[in-house]
């Protein structure tokens, strides 16, 4: 039971790079949900083929890619049919998107920790609580100027950490 809560958590984390996948190998929205469907039946039905000592998004991706290329043999007589090559490609540039996505996520998180603790309050008036600038310096008995000032400098020093850690990862 362990393992198909895991696996569910793998597939809640990486479904929507399977449907951007499917969707840009499809030219037809509904197509590509009944696809997206069809893609989570094999994944569960093949978990036991799964293994978990490797990344779970590429397995995944192959198994839409089949699941797509079935497809595309029952309506091979269509011109909008994609190349193997450009779905490989599609699969390739989702998978790395992703994996952008996730460093961005984690880099975010490390990068808000050096922040002052100032800013950290002040970072989560603006964007956990939606909280304007004159809000916040309400709150804080600050001024909207002094506030504004803070908030540009905090996104300055975000956009540097986050720079240095992505050429860190590589990204």
């Known amino acids: ?25 499809v030219n037809d929205f509904i197509v590509a949900e009944e696809l997206l469907q069809e893609t989570a039946a094999q994944v569960f039905e093949n978990i036991d083929r799964f293994d ?23 309506i091979a007589r269509d011109r909008h049919v994609f190349s193997q090559g450009l779905l490989d490609h599609f699969a390739q540039v989702v998978q790395e998107m992703s994996e952008r ?6 880099s ?6 050096r922040l002052t603790p100032r800013s950290q309050e002040i970072c989560r008036l603006r964007y956990e609580q939606n909280l304007l600038p004159q ?16 908030l540009h400098r905090m996104h300055e020093q975000l956009r540097n950490c986050i720079e240095q850690y992505l050429r860190a990862e590589g990204l």
């Open 101 to 106: 996505q996730d460093a961005l996520v984690r």
């Open 52 to 74: 978990d000592s490797r990344p779970f998004l590429p397995w995944s991706l192959g198994i839409a890619r089949n699941v797509v290329l079935k497809y595309r043999r029952r």
């Open 135 to 150: 809000e916040i310096a309400s709150r804080l008995g600050s001024t909207p100027s002094a506030v504004a000032t803070v």
């Open 1 to 25: 039971m362990a393992h198909y809560r895991q696996l569910a958590k793998l597939w809640a984390k990486h479904q929507p790079s399977v449907a951007s996948f499917i969707g840009t190998s």
């Open 108 to 113: 975010l998180s490390t990068c808000r920790k």
